[in-house]
């Protein structure tokens, strides 16, 4: 069995942190159930040429750079939802999903949009862009201006991906508006969310900015963290008769400290619920020969780790930090994606 393989055995759902089409390709072939999508995965494509004919046909059409870059990431995501579709049929929509997110833009920290503005978009995007679509999800961040919109968009019979989450208290404030929206549904059949928790990010966060952490702890307080949020939620939708899994997200699983396995986040995971790996993550395991996996989601590090964690790393602060951090790396990449689009199209044309 390969390692992948014997991932998936210990009852993790592969998904890929890319639409790629050929890593795509690769994924199906190692187990991967689903995928999402980001800017960074369409500029690197648009850098090779592989959109050259498109862009050069969507700027005569007088499309804008901007409108380009969506009209691009709509056919990317369309086209892996359709690799996908059969997973997604087999399974009566418990897999099969591929992620959409939404304008990075809307929480650019440089723009001057009042919140029920930021929120108003969202709603109206998130139900554009998921009309007609099978098995694509739409994912909006957790900020206050994207959990404000969850109601109304689970509501209205959209599937949500809950992204950029970070804090227990944030993934409570998503959840409890997806379920509240999901309730105005005239039937629960077919609703599905998740929630996507960050982990790598809080570890390079620690090492930075709490160096006190004993040997033991450091390192160890993302995975803490998630698992913690992983019982929360699988507490929380126990019972609730609800016929498909409302599941975790484990994010940002790519290996960021020096001197961290490249598995370590993966093997710390393993058992339960959503792992979106990228496409490098996934390659390094694939080459693991003998490695087995085994059902560890479930285990928390030492009461003694624990306590230490709770009482030198200040919860709020962290919070604050990487919400701020991230939401830069959520806008910036849009940025950059327009940029590189108005660079080609002179170049094309």
Same mark, same amino acid.
């Given at each position: 069995?390969?390692?992948?393989?014997?991932?998936?055995?210990?009852?993790?759902?592969?998904?890929?942190?890319?639409?790629?089409?050929?890593?795509?390709?690769?994924a199906?072939?190692?187990?991967?159930?689903?995928?999402?999508?980001?800017p960074?995965?369409?500029?690197?494509?648009?850098?090779?040429?592989?959109?050259?004919?498109?862009?050069?046909?969507?700027?005569?059409?007088?499309?804008?750079?901007?409108?380009?870059?969506?009209?691009l990431?709509?056919?990317?995501?369309?086209?892996?939802?359709?690799?996908?579709?059969?997973?997604?049929?087999?399974?009566?929509?418990?897999?099969?999903?591929?992620?959409?997110?939404?304008?990075?833009?809307?929480?650019d920290?440089?723009?001057?949009m009042p919140?029920?503005?930021?929120?108003?978009?969202?709603?109206?995007?998130?139900?554009?862009?998921?009309? !007609?679509h $099978?098995?694509?999800?739409?994912?909006?961040?957790?900020?206050?201006?994207?959990? #404000?919109? @969850? &109601?109304?968009? *689970?509501?209205?019979?959209?599937t949500?991906?809950?992204?950029?989450?970070?804090?227990?208290?944030?993934?409570?404030?998503?959840?409890?508006?997806?379920?509240?929206?999901?309730?105005?549904?005239?039937?629960?059949?077919?609703?599905?969310?998740?929630?996507?928790?960050?982990?790598?990010?809080?570890?390079?966060?620690?090492?930075?900015q709490?160096?006190?952490?004993?040997?033991?702890?450091?390192?160890?307080?993302?995975?803490?963290?998630a698992?913690?949020?992983?019982?929360?939620?699988?507490?929380?939708?126990? !019972?609730? $008769?609800i016929?498909?899994?409302?599941?975790?997200?484990?994010?940002?699983t790519? #290996?960021? @400290? &020096?001197?961290? *396995?490249?598995?370590?986040?993966?093997s710390?995971?393993?058992g339960?619920?959503?792992?979106?790996?990228?496409?490098?993550?996934n390659?390094?395991?694939?080459?693991?020969?003998?490695?087995?996996?085994?059902?560890?989601?479930?285990?928390?590090?030492?009461?003694?780790?624990?306590?230490?964690?709770?009482?030198?790393?200040?919860?709020?602060?962290?919070?604050?930090?990487?919400?701020?951090?991230?939401?830069?790396?959520?806008?910036?990449?849009q940025?950059?994606?327009?940029?590189?689009i108005?660079?080609?199209?002179?170049?094309?044309?």
């Amino acid at each position: 069995m390969s390692p992948l393989k014997s991932l998936i055995a210990t009852g993790t759902k592969l998904y890929l942190d890319s639409v790629d089409p050929k890593e795509v390709d690769q994924a199906l072939e190692d187990g991967a159930v689903g995928a999402t999508s980001n800017p960074v995965i369409i500029g690197g494509i648009i850098a090779a040429g592989g959109f050259d004919d498109e862009i050069r046909r969507l700027a005569g059409e007088g499309k804008d750079d901007s409108e380009i870059a969506w009209e691009l990431c709509d056919r990317l995501v369309a086209d892996a939802q359709k690799k996908f579709l059969p997973i997604w049929e087999s399974t009566d929509g418990e897999a099969g999903w591929v992620s959409f997110e939404l304008d990075p833009l809307l929480e650019d920290v440089e723009a001057d949009m009042p919140e029920a503005d930021r929120t108003a978009q969202y709603v109206k995007l998130g139900k554009r862009y998921a009309e !007609g679509h $099978k098995n694509r999800m739409i994912k909006v961040p957790g900020t206050p201006a994207g959990i #404000a919109a @969850l &109601e109304e968009l *689970a509501a209205a019979g959209v599937t949500l991906n809950v992204t950029l989450l970070f804090s227990d208290d944030q993934y409570r404030a998503a959840r409890d508006a997806v379920w509240k929206g999901a309730k105005r549904r005239s039937t629960l059949n077919g609703f599905k969310s998740v929630y996507s928790i960050f982990i790598s990010r809080i570890d390079v966060y620690t090492t930075k900015q709490v160096p006190e952490l004993s040997d033991a702890a450091q390192g160890q307080v993302g995975l803490l963290n998630a698992k913690r949020i992983w019982r929360e939620n699988c507490d929380f939708w126990a !019972g609730k $008769k609800i016929p498909l899994a409302q599941e975790m997200i484990f994010a940002s699983t790519g #290996a960021k @400290l &020096e001197g961290d *396995a490249e598995d370590k986040y993966v093997s710390a995971l393993a058992g339960s619920d959503i792992q979106t790996n990228p496409p490098g993550t996934n390659d390094a395991i694939r080459a693991m020969e003998g490695k087995t996996f085994c059902r560890t989601v479930d285990q928390l590090p030492p009461q003694a780790v624990q306590d230490e964690i709770d009482t030198k790393v200040d919860a709020a602060a962290m919070h604050e930090f990487l919400m701020e951090e991230g939401l830069r790396k959520f806008a910036d990449p849009q940025k950059d994606l327009i940029k590189l689009i108005a660079s080609k199209r002179a170049e094309l044309t």
